[in-house]
C-alpha cells in the first residue's frame, strides 16, 4: 500500500471535479512514499508521478489511475527535495554494487543539493573521501553489506569494537569513544618509549683491554657495562590520569573508557629481566595488576549502581571478556561477573523467601557470594531507595572473601532496624554476633554511637538521613523500648565493650537518656525530666536487686527486671537508681581508667537527689573518694569557660542546688569541689550575671544552719559578701 501526500484539498465545484481555491496557483507534482520497501527493489523510496498537462479552462481535470495499487490520483503538487542519501536522489541515476571502491560508477559522483554521504552521515559536498579512489563513498548504499559494515565502522570509530550497534550508541557513547581513541594515541607514544628504555652508562669502570685506560676512559669498556633501564613510571601515570577523568564522565562513557584502558594495557609487554625491588609505578608486572584492580572495582560498581540497558549491558561484560589478560592479572578473570538485579538466588534473598543466601542446583549448592566493592555498591543503591529490608535481608545472607569489609557493613544492621521503627529487634542485633564472626557490633561501638542509639531506643526517632552521624532532623518511626528494656540493653552493650565501659561520657549519656523523656525538645535533643525522689525504702530495695541484675546483665543473660520494682510508677526512677548502683561498680573498680567525671555528675540534670545517692556512696571509700574529687577539680581547672556558659542556659535556682549539694556533703573533700566552684564564679563574675541570685538562694536554703568557723560557712559568707557590695 502507498501513501499520498496531497496539497490543500479545495472545494469540488458542481460537476465533482476538483478546482484550485481563488487566486491559488495549480501544482504539478504528486509523491508517491512507498511504504514496504522490498529487498529486490531498486532502493529507491519515493516513486515519481510525471505532472499533468493542465487542462483547459473549463474542463474537467483528468484522473490518474494507477490500476495495479488502486490508487487513484485527483490532484497534483510539486514536492519539495528533503535530505536524502545519494542512492534516493531523484535529479540523478544511481548505479548498485556489492562494494566497488575503485572509482565512481556511471554518475554516482554527481550530487544534488540534498545529497548526504551514507558513510560519513554528512552532505557529500563536504565528504572528503567521495570520489578517492579505494574508498569511493559515493558508490556507498544501505543494500550492500560491505558498505553497511563500513558505515558502522566510521560512525562508530573505536565502539565498533565492543560489537555495539548504531542504535546503542548515544552522545555519551560517543564522547567516551572519542576520549579512548586520543587516549590510545598517546598511550601509544609512551609505551613505544617504554619498549626504547634507559640506558644507563656506569659513571667510572676499570679498564680491562690492552694498553689499559684511566677509569672510565675506555669506550669498549663502558659499552659492555651498559645497562638498559625499563620504567613504567611515565605509562603508569597517562593511565592514572585518564582513569580519573574517566571517574568525572557519565557512567556510558566512563565504562567505554575503563574497558578501552584495561584492554590496552592488558597488551603491554615487559621488557625487563628483573622486576623484584622495584618501585610498584616503574614495574609493569606490578603497575598493571594495580591498574587493573582499580579499573574492575570502578567497573563492578557501575554494574550494579547504572542503569544500564541489558544489551549494552552484556556488550560491557563479554567486551572485558574477550580482553587476553597476561599471566600476572589471571587473578581478574572473573572480575566482572556481577550478579544482575534479576537473578533469582538474589532476587530470593532480596525478597525474604531465602534468608540463608544459598540453595541447591542441580545437586550442588549455591551461595550469595559476591566481591566487597559489588556489596558495598548494591548496599549504597538499596539504601539510596529507602529499601533497608532488602538492605538487613542481603546483608545478613551475603558472603565475602573480605571478613572485615563485609563486617563493617553488617554492624549497620541495627540502625537500618531503627529506620524500620523495629528499635527491639536493633537492640537484640547488636550483641548477637553475624554467622562466620566471632564478635557482635557491640564491641566496635564508638561512644559518639552508643550515645545517638541511645537517642533512638529512648524516643523512637531516627535521624533523617542514611548515616547516623549525619547532622539533620530526626523522624518517628515506631514506638521506642521501653524504661527497663532501654536500661538493660544500654547496660549490657556498655559492659560488651571495654572503650564503652571506661568512658565516662558513655556513663553520661547512659545517665541522661534513663533520665529523660521519650520525646525531643525543640532543638531536637533528648529532653530531661524531674523525677520526683522516691522512698528510701524503695531505693533500698532497688540497690539491694542491682547486685545480681548486674552480675547477670555483665554475663550478657537474659535478665528480665523484678516487676515488683520495676513495674510500677516508679519504674524509671527505679532504672535510674539501678544505672548509678553500675556506675558505683564500674568507679570501684576502673577508677584509674578515667580521665574526667564532672561531666557524669552534670548528667543527672535537676535529678539531684540520685547525684547525692551517688556521692554518699562515694564517701564511703577512702580511695575511691579522693580520686573522684581529683577528676572533678581537674575538670573545673580545664573547663572554667565551658561550665560557666553552661550555667548560663540554666536557671541559677538549679546551679544552687548543685553547688549545695556538694558544699553539705558530709565528706570535706567532696566539700572542696563546691568551695572550688565558688572561687571560679567569683574570679568570672563578668561571665556570671546570674551568680548575685546565688546569694538569695545560699540565704533561703539555710546558710545560717552551718557550723560556724567552718571553711564552708567562711567562703559561702564570702561569696555572698563580693556580690552583695554596691
Request: glycine share 4%; hydrophobic share 40%; proline share 6%.
Amino acid at each position: 500500500m502507498s501513501r499520498l501526500t496531497p496539497s490543500p484539498v479545495p472545494s469540488p465545484d458542481c460537476s465533482g471535479a476538483m478546482e484550485p481555491a481563488e487566486g491559488e496557483e495549480r501544482e504539478q507534482s504528486i509523491i508517491l512514499i512507498s511504504d514496504d520497501e522490498a529487498e529486490s527493489s531498486v532502493g529507491n523510496s519515493v516513486l515519481f508521478v510525471q505532472p499533468q498537462e493542465e487542462p483547459a479552462l473549463g474542463e474537467v481535470k483528468a484522473e490518474v489511475v494507477d490500476e495495479e495499487s488502486e490508487l487513484m490520483v485527483t490532484y497534483c503538487k510539486e514536492a519539495n527535495v528533503m535530505p536524502h542519501a545519494r542512492y534516493d536522489c531523484s535529479k540523478h541515476p544511481f548505479e548498485r554494487t556489492e562494494n566497488d571502491t575503485c572509482s565512481p560508477l556511471g554518475e554516482n559522483a554527481a550530487i544534488c543539493d540534498q545529497c548526504y554521504c551514507y558513510i560519513c552521515d554528512k552532505l557529500a559536498s563536504e565528504c572528503q573521501q567521495w570520489t578517492t579512489p579505494s574508498l569511493c563513498h559515493c558508490n556507498a548504499h544501505n543494500k550492500s553489506r560491505f558498505w553497511k559494515e563500513q558505515r558502522g565502522f566510521t560512525l562508530t570509530g573505536v565502539l565498533a569494537t565492543f560489537d555495539l550497534e548504531l542504535s546503542d550508541i548515544d552522545a555519551d557513547l560517543r564522547h567516551g569513544g572519542s576520549l579512548l581513541l586520543n587516549f590510545m594515541q598517546e598511550l601509544s607514544v609512551e609505551y613505544n618509549k617504554y619498549l626504547a628504555g634507559q640506558r644507563v652508562f656506569p659513571p667510572r669502570h676499570e679498564c680491562v683491554c690492552s694498553p689499559r685506560l684511566p677509569p672510565g676512559e675506555c669506550s669498549a669498556c663502558r659499552s659492555r657495562s651498559v645497562q638498559v633501564v625499563y620504567k613504567y613510571s611515565e605509562v603508569f601515570a597517562l593511565v592514572t590520569r585518564f582513569l580519573n577523568q574517566a571517574e568525572q564522565e557519565s557512567p556510558k562513557a566512563a565504562a567505554v573508557m575503563l574497558l578501552g584502558a584495561a584492554k590496552e594495557i592488558a597488551a603491554h609487554k615487559d621488557p625487563s629481566l628483573s622486576w623484584h625491588n622495584v618501585d610498584h609505578t616503574a614495574s609493569l608486572k606490578i603497575a598493571v595488576p594495580c591498574l587493573f584492580r582499580r579499573i574492575t572495582t570502578q567497573l563492578q560498581r557501575m554494574l550494579v549502581l547504572c542503569d544500564f540497558p541489558k544489551t549494552l549491558y552484556e556488550k560491557f561484560i563479554n567486551f572485558f571478556h574477550s580482553i587476553c589478560l597476561p599471566c600476572h592479572c589471571f587473578g581478574f578473570s572473573n572480575s566482572l561477573k556481577v550478579l544482575s538485579w534479576n537473578h533469582g538466588l538474589l532476587t530470593t534473598v532480596l525478597k525474604g523467601q531465602n534468608i540463608s543466601g544459598h540453595r541447591r542446583q542441580k545437586g550442588k549448592k549455591m551461595f550469595l557470594w559476591e566481591t566487597l566493592p559489588v556489596i558495598e555498591a548494591r548496599v549504597e543503591k538499596l539504601v539510596e531507595k529507602k529499601n533497608y529490608r532488602e538492605v538487613i535481608r542481603y546483608l545478613r545472607a551475603v558472603k565475602c572473601d573480605n571478613t572485615k569489609g563485609l563486617r563493617d557493613l553488617q554492624d549497620k544492621i541495627p540502625f537500618f532496624l531503627c529506620k524500620i521503627g523495629n528499635f527491639p529487634e536493633a537492640a537484640q542485633a547488636q550483641l548477637v554476633p553475624v554467622k562466620s564472626i566471632t564478635c557482635c557490633s557491640a564491641c566496635r561501638i564508638s561512644p559518639c554511637q552508643y550515645k545517638l542509639y541511645l537517642k533512638m531506643f529512648r524516643t523512637g526517632s531516627v535521624p533523617s538521613g542514611d548515616d547516623m552521624l549525619q547532622p539533620g532532623p530526626w523522624v518517628s518511626t515506631g514506638p521506642p523500648l521501653g524504661d527497663g528494656g532501654l536500661t538493660k540493653h544500654a547496660l549490657r552493650l556498655i559492659y560488651s565493650n571495654t572503650s564503652l565501659y571506661r568512658n565516662p561520657a558513655c556513663w553520661s549519656s547512659l545517665i541522661m537518656a534513663v533520665g529523660s523523656s521519650n520525646t525531643l525538645n525543640n532543638s531536637g535533643e533528648l529532653q530531661p525530666l524531674t523525677l520526683n525522689q522516691p522512698p528510701m525504702d524503695f531505693q533500698q530495695q532497688v540497690l539491694a536487686a542491682s547486685q545480681s541484675l548486674l552480675e547477670d546483665l555483665k554475663a550478657n543473660v537474659n535478665v528480665s527486671l523484678p516487676r515488683a520494682l520495676f513495674s510500677t510508677e516508679l519504674q524509671q526512677e527505679a532504672c535510674l537508681i539501678l544505672a548509678v548502683q553500675a556506675l558505683l561498680q564500674m568507679l570501684f573498680c576502673d577508677l584509674s581508667s578515667l580521665t574526667s567525671f564532672l561531666e557524669i555528675p552534670v548528667a543527672f540534670g535537676k535529678n539531684l537527689w540520685a547525684l547525692r545517692l551517688l556521692l554518699d556512696h562515694l564517701s564511703y571509700e577512702e580511695n575511691l573518694l579522693r580520686g573522684t574529687v581529683r577528676l572533678i577539680l581537674n575538670d573545673l581547672s580545664r573547663e572554667k569557660a565551658a561550665i560557666l556558659k553552661l550555667w548560663e542556659d540554666v536557671s541559677p535556682h538549679y546551679v544552687g542546688e548543685f553547688l549545695w549539694l556538694f558544699l553539705t556533703c558530709r565528706h570535706k573533700k567532696m566539700q572542696s569541689v563546691g568551695l572550688f566552684t565558688l572561687n571560679i564564679i567569683a574570679e568570672n563574675r563578668h561571665m556570671c550575671p546570674w551568680a548575685k541570685h546565688l546569694c538569695t538562694f545560699f540565704h533561703n536554703s539555710g546558710l545560717s544552719h552551718l557550723s560556724l568557723g567552718t571553711a564552708v560557712h567562711q567562703e559561702v559568707s564570702k561569696f555572698i559578701n563580693i556580690f552583695e557590695q554596691p
